[in-house]
């Protein structure tokens, strides 16, 4: 596996569900960042890691639960999620958060469907 | 507050009719300015970076130039598999890190 990937590539769930969005970078990168992608709407950053730790939650519900147990992986959990969540999510890495001239990989996305 | 706007939204093209697709920003002080390709049910795509005014970089029928209140990229005799969403994101002070500002993306159709 080479870049960014992510699993599931899609997912339905139902309101009341418990689900889990994994991440993995093989990229040797030390940010990570959830991205989510609505139609119509641009990028809106949802969450950062920097060296495992968050710099960055962006006003963003508690249902939505971010875990980055190590600098490869990122985890976004999910609980009763509501029908306008249903997006896109993106995760992305770069090799240092706090470089002014990074650059972000994108990973393809999870395609998120909320019933 | 610093905002990103790509026009025109949607932009059809004949096969090798060149165009260009433009992304203004209203930041002050911008640190970069980045260009990704984003096909359908896909993540974006990297492919430019411009640090400052006068910048150009170009990659196959692809030219992105910056100045100091836009970017462009210049698409010279497209072909159909340059069909895809084109989404600018600028990099700002004041934005902690890397943390990037997104535009709503210019989706590109090529015909044949």
């Known amino acids: 596996e080479t870049g960014v990937t992510q699993t599931p590539r899609h997912l339905v769930m139902g309101m009341t569900n418990k689900k889990s969005l994994k991440c993995e970078q093989h990229?040797?990168?030390?940010?990570m960042y959830w991205y989510k992608q609505s139609a119509k709407k641009p990028l809106e950053l949802m969450f950062v890691?920097?060296?495992?730790?968050?710099?960055e939650n962006n006003s963003v519900p508690s249902r939505f639960s971010p875990e980055c147990p190590n600098s490869s992986h990122l985890f976004l959990h999910l609980h009763t999620l509501q029908p306008e969540d249903s997006a896109l999510y993106l995760c992305?890495?770069?090799?240092?958060?706090?470089?002014?001239?990074?650059?972000?990989?994108f990973g393809p996305g999870t395609r998120l469907t909320v019933l | 507050e610093d905002q990103v706007t790509q026009s025109p939204e949607a932009l059809r093209l004949q096969e090798g009719e060149s165009s260009s697709l433009n992304c203004s920003y209203t930041?002050?002080?911008?640190?970069?300015l980045f260009w990704y390709r984003q096909d359908p049910g896909k993540g974006p795509e990297f492919l430019f970076t411009?640090?400052?005014a006068g910048e150009e970089k170009e990659k196959e029928r692809l030219k992105a130039t910056l100045t100091k209140k836009e970017s462009f990229l210049h698409i010279t005799a497209p072909k159909p598999e340059d069909s895809a969403t084109y989404l600018c994101?600028?990099?700002?002070?004041?934005?902690?890190?890397?943390?990037?500002?997104f535009g709503k993306g210019t989706t590109l159709s090529v015909s044949s």
């Open positions: 930041v002050s002080g911008l640190r970069g």
């Open positions: 992305a890495s770069s090799q240092d958060y706090f470089s002014s001239t990074d650059t972000q990989y």
């Open positions: 411009l640090y400052s």
């Open positions: 990229l040797g990168h030390n940010a």
């Open positions: 890691y920097s060296l495992e730790e968050r710099v």
């Open positions: 994101a600028v990099q700002a002070p004041g934005q902690a890190g890397t943390a990037l500002i």
